[in-house]
């Protein structure tokens, strides 16, 4: 299972990169808003950070003016992934991107046609939007089940980012699945590995270790 961290902020992907488990990043507009520095700067910047996939959202509606502002992204760096919402635009400007050899994740996805769909115009990934979905009293991880059983059954090469990632069951649910991809939040991501039996325990043995002779 690959991890990426879902944010536009340098520090927590350095910081994740450190622990050695870290796959890639997505970013949305959201997150970059949250961010002081320049739109392409700091695109350029996280892109240097970490060599696998980033996802930069295109936010253009049609289908021609999506093409050209993708073109551009990924200019930026070789792994910036164009990140396209599910709409038939978004569809239109998959099929010409994936012809060139610009990798798309379909975002914005609350429906296992429209994964279908994503991925039969070439979207190397779809981004499935779970939180959203459990937010509106829908189960989340039910679509992500659908979607990874429809991409089994027909061999589909795109890769299923579980996203909107509230908290570490959500992780375990989505690896359980056999989901390729959980973008993961910085503060969920911490939380995947404390525990506080392990605090305990680890107080313990260096409260023991202190009486031992050395
Ligand atoms: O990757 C998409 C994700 O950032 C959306 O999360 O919490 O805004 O639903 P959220």
Redesign the pocket.
């Known amino acids: 299972m690959k991890f990426f961290l879902?944010t536009a902020n340098p520090e927590e992907i350095r910081e994740v990169a450190s622990w050695g488990i870290l796959d890639g990043v997505?970013t949305?507009p959201?997150?970059i808003a949250k961010e002081k520095k320049g739109f392409k700067e700091l695109i350029t910047e996280i892109c240097s950070l970490i060599s696998g996939p980033v996802s930069v959202e295109c936010v253009s509606s049609k289908w021609d003016a999506m093409v050209a502002e993708a073109r551009e992204l990924a200019s930026l760096a070789s792994n910036v992934v164009i990140k396209i919402p599910a709409t038939i635009d978004g569809l239109k400007a998959t099929r010409i991107l994936q012809t060139e050899g610009i990798r798309v994740n379909m975002t914005l996805i609350f429906s296992p046609s429209q994964a279908l769909l994503a991925a039969k115009a070439g979207a190397a990934f779809v981004?499935p939007?779970i939180?959203?979905l459990d937010d509106i009293s829908h189960n989340g991880m039910d679509l992500v089940d659908q979607i990874v059983t429809i991409f089994n059954q027909y061999n589909f090469n795109t890769e299923v980012i579980v996203?909107?990632v509230?908290h570490p069951g959500h992780v375990v649910e989505a690896a359980l699945i056999g989901a390729d991809i959980v973008?993961v939040p910085y503060a969920v991501m911490e939380k995947l590995i404390r525990h506080p039996l392990t605090d305990i325990g680890l107080e313990k043995f260096l409260q023991d270790w202190a009486k031992v002779k050395k």
């Open positions: 879902d997505t949305n959201t997150l981004s939007f939180g959203r996203a909107s509230r973008t």
